[in-house]
């Protein structure tokens, strides 16, 4: 048996406890101080956290990338260090623990836990659990012009409540995978870098030239490659399996209608326009990015994509 199996054997053989969110945690919704106040942003010094803070990290945050003045915050007050913050409108399940007191954007749902709860859980333990919690949310969320978690059901979920023993060890694997998938990153990042050289060295002009005979080489105007097409709404095309592209990329919706089937090259128009999408399956596109019907009998797809992000369009 595991350490983990031997801990459960010995601490809980008639099965774990569970705890509503609603009993366990105090639950607030996060807000955007008035942008047309500039004392409230003006040399801010309390964390004001959002998406853009928990994507690309390890999702243990200790500064924001905006921060706010002490006149922006309600007289709820903070939310304390060692909250939980969860994405519950439009891009749902990301999530968070905040190691300082700070505010968070009206995306996000703040979860404390309560005082009594203090001694019984490690923190890091229900962090890892709102993984769990996360895929939940995906799977009940109700639609209007935007998802949204069902917050009544939310308030219901259930957390597990294992003794000290068994969290803390739990705790300390997962921490050791955590830091296993930091190295992976940098490595990515490395080997990314090393690409892009590459990338950039293969399809410069003067190199292609050299390698191929100035004669083989010619230089062709975008439009006589590629048709530029813009996105759409995807709204009223339904539930399917059919993903939903923005500019930043895939967007946990899916339609049973399709823009595109052939391979393309999405080009970003708004938003995080240097990301660039190379794709050969059906897709639905909304407006901040376009697509590109390729003329294959002059250029290869993934030719184009790559020469594409050599650019840096």
Same mark, same amino acid.
């Given at each position: 048996?595991?350490?983990?199996?031997?801990?459960?054997?010995?601490?809980? =053989?008639?099965?774990?406890?569970?705890?509503?969110?609603?009993?366990?945690?105090?639950?607030?919704?996060?807000?955007?101080?008035?942008?047309?106040?500039?004392?409230?942003?003006?040399?801010?010094?309390?964390?004001?956290?959002?998406?853009?803070?928990?994507?690309?990290?390890?999702?243990?945050?200790?500064?924001?990338?905006?921060?706010?003045?002490?006149?922006?915050?309600?007289?709820?007050?903070?939310? =304390?260090?060692?909250?939980?913050?969860?994405?519950?409108?439009?891009?749902?399940?990301?999530?968070?623990?905040?190691?300082?007191?700070?505010?968070?954007?009206?995306?996000?749902?703040?979860?404390?836990?309560?005082?009594? +709860?203090?001694?019984?859980?490690?923190?890091?333990?229900?962090?890892?659990?709102?993984?769990?919690?996360?895929?939940?949310?995906?799977?009940?969320?109700?639609?209007?012009?935007?998802?949204?978690?069902?917050?009544?059901?939310?308030?219901?979920?259930?957390?597990?409540?294992?003794?000290?023993?068994?969290?803390?060890?739990?705790?300390?694997?997962?921490?050791?995978?955590?830091?296993l998938e930091a190295n992976l990153q940098t490595e990515?990042?490395?080997?990314?870098?090393? +690409?892009?050289?590459?990338?950039?060295?293969?399809?410069?002009?003067?190199?292609?030239?050299?390698?191929?005979?100035?004669?083989?080489?010619? /230089?062709?105007?975008?439009?006589?490659?590629?048709?530029?097409?813009?996105?759409?709404?995807?709204?009223? /095309?339904?539930?399917?399996?059919?993903?939903?592209?923005?500019?930043?990329?895939?967007?946990?919706?899916?339609?049973?209608? =399709?823009?595109?089937?052939?391979?393309?090259?999405?080009?970003?128009?708004?938003?995080?326009?240097?990301?660039?999408? +190379?794709?050969?399956? =059906?897709?639905?596109?909304?407006?901040?990015?376009?697509?590109?019907?390729?003329?294959?009998?002059?250029?290869?797809?993934?030719?184009? +994509?790559?020469?594409?992000?050599?650019?840096?369009?």
């Amino acid at each position: 048996m595991s350490r983990i199996e031997d801990l459960i054997a010995k601490h809980c =053989p008639n099965g774990v406890e569970l705890i509503e969110l609603q009993k366990l945690f105090t639950t607030r919704n996060g807000y955007t101080p008035s942008r047309k106040n500039p004392e409230y942003w003006e040399n801010g010094t309390i964390p004001w956290f959002r998406l853009a803070d928990i994507r690309g990290g390890d999702r243990i945050l200790t500064e924001a990338i905006e921060n706010v003045s002490p006149s922006a915050v309600k007289n709820s007050g903070l939310f =304390p260090a060692n909250t939980i913050i969860i994405s519950t409108l439009a891009t749902i399940g990301e999530h968070a623990l905040m190691k300082v007191p700070g505010l968070c954007n009206q995306q996000l749902t703040a979860l404390t836990l309560r005082e009594k +709860y203090a001694a019984l859980f490690n923190i890091k333990f229900l962090f890892y659990y709102t993984f769990v919690l996360a895929d939940w949310c995906k799977k009940n969320t109700m639609n209007s012009s935007f998802a949204s978690v069902d917050m009544k059901q939310f308030k219901r979920f259930g957390f597990p409540m294992p003794p000290l023993e068994v969290q803390d060890e739990i705790v300390r694997i997962l921490d050791s995978f955590t830091e296993l998938e930091a190295n992976l990153q940098t490595e990515l990042k490395a080997r990314s870098k090393q +690409y892009e050289y590459y990338r950039d060295s293969l399809l410069r002009l003067e190199n292609l030239t050299n390698r191929l005979g100035k004669e083989n080489v010619k /230089l062709l105007p975008l439009g006589q490659l590629v048709v530029i097409k813009n996105g759409k709404d995807y709204k009223h /095309l339904g539930a399917g399996r059919i993903p939903v592209y923005g500019s930043g990329g895939p967007m946990d919706v899916f339609v049973d209608t =399709p823009s595109y089937s052939k391979p393309t090259v999405l080009l970003p128009r708004k938003g995080s326009i240097t990301n660039i999408f +190379y794709l050969d399956e =059906p897709f639905w596109n909304i407006d901040t990015v376009f697509y590109t019907e390729i003329d294959t009998s002059q250029i290869i797809p993934k030719f184009f +994509y790559h020469a594409v992000s050599s650019c840096h369009i």
